[in-house]
């Protein structure tokens, strides 16, 4: 490999957050190169993330709503899918979404080297070639963007056998007839929603006592299930696996919980994903860390002022829009730094206006402050609610369990956060993320024209119950 260096700038990891701030370095000015391991280019979003779930939930959904047709006066036949089919539809869109990403990544806004890097000095990465060839590469600063992995717990047997993760389970390896979810976050009840779609048994299995995770309020985790048994998903709280099994092409859990045991054809382990930092050599280099996330602030940066982290090696929120941003806030601040240009402003990311979005069904949002997290903390707010069972477009969409909420400071009536679970509800949900980010109050909100019947006036008529208990 040619050694092409020195760069002002060398940012390390190839999907999102990665190609942002290196293409933002580009259009800054910056000479500048990213890092890619991966044989494939694309990154986590288009190959395992987000654009593949999509792809599989939109169709379940079509399913689902197949199903549910005499609901709304219509007599159609059981839907039948088409694995194949699907699958073709997958790969052409995924081919699309490759496509558009490695020629913007070959646009020449940054030069792309091809290996793996880890730090031998706080200015100076060792860049190993899949040859093996092994070239230093030295750089003014660096963006860490190396993104995450599934997790995988320790469970007696489950090594060996054919159990799935969420990188798996992105390329439909089949459609089974049962499938069993270890896990209750946001992964896991995506696909359980996704399978249940597609008409197999779901069962969910959570540690906890209720799903969703511990940061999610109870009274969205409570909708949730609610909805989801309706539909026949089976949860097993407060269950742990102790074995796994597998042969004659069943799963076989030995469980300790609500049930004893389980079978199932299929078995995705959807326990979290984790940073993937290790072999970076963060820890010799002086980068503060937590379990394995690198520390940054809102400026993307880390203990080492002259290193920038962004999107989910770093990311408190791992979402994409945000690992988005970050990379690009990183990069303007890089670039201030290198240019030693003080008196410009450093750029910011908002950590309290992020939002996070699960696309099961019905849909569920956060955005800024939670109800749980106001109360633990001690920050007084006003809660605002709207059912979708008592609004009108949300009776016409059919709407069972689902629900907004918003949270405002008693006094200026600024609109603190939100949350919600129904129809639509991730992409109506931008006008209050538009709303918290821009500081809005209560008033503020209320004066915005909301066109009549839409499930946006959901978000209305919460802002409007805040209003009046002013």
Not at 45 to 61: F, V
Not at 139 to 154: E, K, L, M, N, R
Not at 189 to 203: I, P
Request: with cysteine; proline share 5%.
């Amino acid at each position: 490999m040619k050694d092409t260096g020195p760069y002002e700038l060398l940012v390390i990891g190839g999907g999102s957050a990665g190609h942002a701030a290196a293409r933002k370095a580009g259009l800054l000015g910056l000479r500048a190169a990213l890092v890619e391991a991966a044989p494939e280019l694309g990154g986590l979003c288009i190959l395992r993330g987000c654009m593949p779930s999509k792809t599989l939930i939109e169709t379940a959904n079509r399913m689902r709503i197949m199903r549910d047709g005499a609901r709304f006066g219509i007599g159609a036949q059981v839907p039948v899918l088409d694995p194949e089919r699907l699958r073709a539809r997958l790969e052409s869109l995924l081919d699309d979404f490759r496509r558009d990403r490695v020629t913007s990544m070959e646009s020449g806004c940054y030069e792309l080297l091809r290996g793996s890097a880890r730090f031998s000095s706080p200015h100076e990465i060792e860049l190993t070639a899949a040859d093996g060839t092994v070239t230093p590469q030295r750089a003014d600063a660096f963006v860490i963007a190396t993104g995450s992995h599934p997790t995988v717990p320790p469970i007696a047997g489950l090594d060996g056998t054919p159990f799935w993760t969420s990188d798996d389970v992105v390329r439909l390896p089949s459609v089974p007839k049962r499938i069993a979810i270890l896990g209750a976050g946001a992964i896991g009840m995506e696909f359980a929603h996704l399978f249940e779609g597609f008409g197999s048994e779901v069962t969910v299995i959570a540690h906890g006592e209720s799903i969703m995770g511990g940061g999610t309020d109870p009274d969205i985790a409570i909708a949730m299930e609610a909805e989801s048994r309706e539909r026949g998903i089976r949860f097993l709280k407060k269950t742990e696996v102790k074995e796994v099994a597998h042969g004659e092409g069943l799963f076989r859990l030995r469980l300790r919980g609500e049930a004893e045991a389980l079978e199932a054809e299929a078995l995705l382990v959807a326990t979290g994903r984790k940073p993937t930092t290790a072999g970076l050599e963060l820890e010799k280099i002086g980068i503060a860390m937590e379990e394995g996330r690198i520390l940054i602030d809102e400026r993307a940066t880390t203990s080492r002022p002259h290193i920038f982290a962004a999107g989910d090696c770093a990311s408190p929120v791992p979402v994409v829009h945000l690992a988005v941003i970050q990379g690009k806030v990183a990069a303007r601040n890089a670039a201030r730094l290198i240019r030693k240009d003080h008196l410009a402003e450093g750029a910011e990311w908002n950590r309290h206006s992020a939002m996070s979005a699960w696309f099961t069904e019905p849909q569920c949002v956060r955005i800024g402050l939670s109800e749980t997290q106001a109360k633990e903390e001690q920050i007084p707010v006003l809660v605002g609610r709207q059912s979708y069972a008592d609004h009108g477009k949300g009776m016409i969409s059919g709407a069972r369990h689902g629900f907004v909420k918003v949270l405002a400071d008693p006094e200026s009536g600024r609109l603190l956060g939100a949350a919600g679970l129904g129809p639509e509800v991730v992409e109506t949900a931008h006008l209050l993320q538009m709303a918290i980010e821009l500081r809005m109050s209560a008033a503020d909100y209320l004066a915005i024209p909301h066109y009549h019947p839409t499930l946006a006036e959901a978000w209305l008529r919460a802002v409007e119950a805040i209003e009046a208990q002013r």
